[in-house]
């Protein structure tokens, strides 16, 4: 396949890949070159904030949920079509699922697809010392395939001071991005903020594209992604036999958190995707055969959510009648008996688990986890697993225990979730290409093909 791409890497987390990757998108998608983007690790925000604010089709990579193959395989549908390929790297480049290793790191991502990296280095208080850190990276793995590099927070005259040392190192000095607090781009949670969160975002990220232009050297960042070699990405195996389903998704301001490929695979196992909202609408799609609820800010919105009586009866009479729901982190909160909003208020929610869902004072079991079934259940047999990521400030009183998690280094372990009849809910996002056959029986059942 050739796909014009290229990654952004950091040393370390905060050095302002986020920022630079959406000002690089915004700028090149004002050219009007045809964009793909996706973004390393478990991230939901920046490929809903590349997608809803700059208007570039964008999604995940993850070496932890899948294996190689499949990441060039769902590498090749996505970035079908595009000119350009901009991938952000997560954490330092480097840093892998523990402290000694490189294992589902952003180079292990740049390595299987073969990806020209630019390094970003924030060279806040740096001059020399700069070229030091780059010269480090480059050397650490001999196929480290850094290409260019990128400094933040400096200068345009250090930088045209140490632009030929950066040559002489084989590297191409793409540019430097200047000091500018009104111009970086917030985060909470887990990456950036959700799009309501910044005032005139959109005018704020013309002006860091326009900003970028006038520092970055936009056609030596485009001939760098032309140079990526041809890889071999294999193409979609066939999908199963099976009947056309009608899947309600919720989506809305409250339910927002859906990996791209999770909704592919549904399609492309015969689903028609039904998308609702929780909060504005009060019944669910009609001929419902199954209900997705995704994960989210429902505490952000409780008090809108527990105020749809209607809504909230319709999802609780139909799970509870044995409509197939899958339902992730904020969508497993909406199930409970009561959520707490962020002042501390309870409010009544669908009561489908009868237990409170509140709000802590740290991250709750963060990180990526295996699920593996304790006993068969309507989706997954005993032993089978899928994979997903935990990343939550609230609990449960009832978190289920119908499944097994364990975090990838094997430190922590513990029981969760319910898999009771066609429910299947708990706090993990679940990532379906981990184990297709998860999907493939959800929708049998929705099909009542079982």
Known sequence: MHSPRLLFAAPNSGSGKTTITCG?????NKRG??????????????PLFQESVIGVKSGTLDLFFCDEETLRRLYRRNAEGAELALIEGVMGYYDGLGAGTDEASTYRVARALRAPVVLIINARGQSLSALAELQGFLNFREDSNIRGVIFNQMSGHVFEAIREQ??????????????????????????????????????????????????????????????????????????????????????????????????????????????FSPIHDDSLPEGSNGLLLPGGYPELYAGALSENIRMRSAVADSV????????????????????????????????????????????????????????????????????????????????????????????RRWDCLHAEG?????????????????????????????
Not at 33 to 46: A, H, M, N, Q, T
Not at 356 to 385: I, N, P, Q
Request: net charge negative; proline share 5%; glycine share 8%.
């Open 24 to 28: 690089v998108l915004a700028a090149l």
């Open 33 to 46: 070159v045809r964009l793909f983007s996706c973004k390393c690790g478990p991230d939901y925000i920046d």
């Open 320 to 411: 509870k009648a044995g409509l197939p729901c899958l339902a992730e982190c904020g969508g497993f909160m909406y199930l409970h008996r009561t959520l707490e909003d962020m002042e501390g208020i309870d409010h009544p929610m669908c009561g489908v688990i009868d237990a409170r869902a509140y709000r802590t004072k740290k991250l709750s079991r963060f990180g990526y986890v295996t699920l593996t079934a304790k006993h068969d259940t309507a989706y997954l047999c005993a032993g089978e697993t899928i994979r997903g990521h935990e990343f939550h400030y609230y609990d449960s009183e009832s978190c289920g225990s119908d499944m097994h998690a364990e975090k990838p280094n094997g430190s």
């Open 166 to 275: 950066v040559l002489s190192l084989g590297i191409i000095p793409i540019g430097y991005v200047p000091k500018s607090d009104e111009l970086t781009i917030g985060s909470r949670h887990l990456g950036l903020v959700t799009p309501n969160d910044v005032r005139d975002l959109r005018e704020k990220l013309d002006r860091l594209a326009g900003l970028l232009c006038e520092t970055l050297d936009f056609d030596a960042l485009i001939r760098l992604s032309e140079t990526a070699e041809d890889i071999d990405c294999p193409t979609d195996p066939p999908a199963p036999r099976m009947t056309s389903t009608r899947i309600a998704v919720a989506r809305d301001e409250a339910f927002c958190f859906l990996y791209r490929d999770n909704l592919a695979l549904l399609q492309r196992y015969g689903a028609n995707l039904l998308y």
């Open 422 to 450: 066609t429910l299947f809910a708990g706090f993990a996002h679940l990532y379906y290409e981990s184990n297709p056959v998860f999907v493939e029986r959800f929708l049998r059942r929705c099909a009542k093909e079982d």
